[in-house]
């Protein structure tokens, strides 16, 4: 039955919904924060753990390289080293989330909304970026790329020719 | 070990891609962010935004000494072992740091907090202010014109007079 399970869990399809699912991920939660960068500085700011004259920097580079990973993981191109972009970024946030939970922090999360008062944190927050941060891992270790934008088109193009595959 | 390499190049080639597409969208977008962040911002919980008032050096003069009002020093310790407000009790501001809670569990007491600092626009003690209402203090305000302000209204003060005082 485990044996089972691992296969299921494994198998390319269902890996690269996965990856399709963090990518959406990724980028939806960049959109707000990318309309509204001062806003996504003040919540980089409650977390209180970043020397102040580097928050801007970060609230305006972050968002960037959440929608472009995001995207690659959709689309399938360099999916081990996006999944790794974004596997990096969950620890940041985890490790974020985690002291400002540790100091009792009363403070948003800032993960999809710039809103102060959209969702405020709880352990949950951190539970739940850690079960994408094991996605991340799962799609950077097994997906082959076999679904991927790319490989999906080449195989409907050799098919078109009568190649085998 | 060469595919590791590999994916090395692409997580710079991704980071840096959209680092620079970031930075160049800033600088074009109407309200874009100034990379550096010139001062640190009242930071904002979830529905307490809140900050505090400013009060006139003439005015804090006339409430120091009166029962239930407290002074609180948001300098750094050195510059308030130099010289403070008299009756002023030290409580540095950090940017970083929350006001630890037993150092805010004193103030509950008083009917009316003071907060200062040395800065000219009072920065520091704003700053404080806000986040002394965010701990849940009521009538907390800062000092227009810092320790300068106040020594120059002819306040009590205990130690040296502030820096740029004539």
Redesign the interface.
Known sequence: MVKNFARGVSHPAFVALLRVALGVVFIVASLDKIQN??SF??NI??Y??M???????V???L???E???GF?LVTGI?I???A??VSGMLVVFSLAILQALL?N????CGCFSTD??AH?MTRWTLYWNLIWLWWGISVALLDQGRYSVVAVLSRAKRQGRGTPA | MRESGKIIVQIAVVVALSSALALVINEVRKGGLPLVMPFPPEYRCSDQTTEGLVIPAKEALRQHGREGTALVDARAKESYEKGHIKGAINLPYSFLDAVPQEAVEPLRKAKRIIVYCNSEGAERSRLMAGELSVAGLRDVWYLQGGFLGWVKAGGPYTGQKPEGYE
């Open positions: 960068p001062q500085a003040d700011a409650n209180r753990v020397p102040y004259p580097m928050i801007n920097l609230a305006v580079m968002p960037w390289i929608i472009v990973s690659l360099w081990r080293a996006n790794l972009v100091r922090l009363d403070i948003s102060p008062a405020k």
